[in-house]
């Protein structure tokens, strides 16, 4: 399996620009994260989507961002307009649906966004 | 809501050294306990998990027992490496959050030869 794929690696962009970050999860994961990390907030949650449906975008931290999930093997994570303070490494994640609560997240290798 | 509470780093320790990281998590019920682990570049990765309580997850020479009775979930290697030189993230996940997780903000470990 080729794991969870996030493209690009590295996305660098100026303020007020459209960043787009894709993801293709592990085919079969019912569940799929969005996460944000940065060294001084560490790992947040934005959003999370089972069977590409959304479920929880509390962590979205504003309007300016935005997510889809149009197909199992698919997701986007916008941002419109970007600002300096977007820069983060942004993972996805997928895992599998499991009637008890024991499946691990599997991780993309991020997409390291810097917004000058 | 819950929570997942791990010991401050940076830790550093000498080749071979003992390695204890600590996690104490507050959840309702009866969640399932994970460690992660994330190197440089890379996304974070499962190390590790128990199911429930008293229950010993381990692999590639790192152990966490699962203890109800002081909601904790230790992690130790009786020696590292220093390529065990990596973030380690403590996470539970609850079954009233199907699929979402809470992780603890991760420990740095630095293993020197």
């Known amino acids: 399996d080729a794991g969870v794929i996030q493209s690009p690696r590295h996305e660098v962009t100026e303020m007020g620009q459209e960043v787009t970050l894709r993801c293709k999860p592990i085919?079969?994961?019912?569940?799929l994260f969005w996460y944000r990390q940065t060294m001084m907030r560490g790992l947040e949650l934005l959003i999370y989507f089972n069977n590409n449906v959304p479920i929880d975008d509390s962590g979205m931290p504003e309007d300016r961002f935005s997510a889809k999930m149009p197909n199992a093997s698919f997701s986007t994570l916008k941002i419109q307009p970007s600002e300096p303070r977007d820069s983060a490494v942004y993972f996805c994640?997928?895992?599998?649906?499991?009637?008890?609560?024991?499946?691990?997240?599997?991780f993309g290798n991020g997409t390291r966004l810097t917004v000058t | 809501g819950d929570s997942v509470t791990q010991m401050e780093g940076p830790v550093t320790l000498s080749e071979e050294a003992f390695l204890t990281i600590n996690c104490t998590y507050t959840?309702?019920?009866?969640?399932?306990l994970f460690w992660y682990v994330q190197y440089p570049g890379e996304g974070l990765q499962l190390l590790l998990k128990?199911?429930?309580?008293?229950d010993k997850g381990s692999n590639k020479g790192f152990e966490a027992t699962y203890r109800k009775e002081t909601t904790s979930f230790h992690l130790e290697k009786g020696s590292v490496q220093v390529s065990d030189s990596a973030v380690y993230f403590c996470?539970?996940?609850?079954?009233?959050?199907?699929?979402?997780?809470?992780f603890g903000d991760g420990t740095t470990l630095t293993v020197k030869p």
């Open positions: 128990a199911t429930k309580a008293d």
């Open positions: 996470a539970l996940t609850h079954n009233t959050n199907a699929g979402k997780s809470t």
């Open positions: 959840a309702t019920g009866y969640p399932s």
């Open positions: 085919s079969g994961h019912d569940y």
């Open positions: 994640a997928s895992s599998p649906w499991d009637r008890g609560t024991n499946s691990p997240l599997h």
